[in-house]
Nanobody, 124 residues
Framework: QVQLVESGGGLVQSGDSLRLSCAAS????????MGWFRRTPGGAREFVAGINGIGGSIFYVDSVKGRFTISRDNAKNTMYLQMNSLKSDDTAVYYC?????????????????WGKGTLVTVSS
């Protein structure tokens, strides 16, 4: 079955950069929509960025536009999130997710598969 494993989280200072990776196994996810969600210490999971497998449409939450870039490498069956100019508000557990169909509604409940998350801590 499909498994997703995130990596790349860590402790950084405000203004630093990190690149998160999501490695998929079990089957090729090239036709699947994929995305990143995050959960802050006091909140529920929220949408961060998404990318469709068919058509390549990309979506970002307003708070990360211009700072984060989502991408995918189908040959490696891996998705990435490049995070620049990190802020303390970005501190959260970041989750990789995938959807068998095209990503339309940007909420966690539409995703079919989830990773366990990777922690990003931004100090200030």
């Amino acid at each position: 079955q499909v498994q997703l494993v995130e990596s790349g989280g860590g402790l950084v200072q405000s203004g630093d950069s990190l690149r998160l990776s999501c490695a998929a196994s079990g089957r090729s996810l090239s036709p699947y929509a994929m995305g990143w969600f995050r959960r802050t210490p006091g909140g529920a999971r929220e949408f961060v960025a998404g990318i469709n497998g068919i058509g390549g449409s990309i979506f970002y939450v307003d708070s990360v536009k211009g700072r984060f870039t989502i991408s995918r490498d189908n040959a490696k069956n891996t998705m990435y999130l490049q995070m620049n100019s990190l802020k303390s508000d970005d501190t959260a557990v970041y989750y990789c997710a995938a959807r068998r169909r095209e990503l339309t509604v940007l909420i966690p409940t539409v995703m079919d598969y989830w990773g366990k998350g990777t922690l990003v801590t931004v100090s200030s």
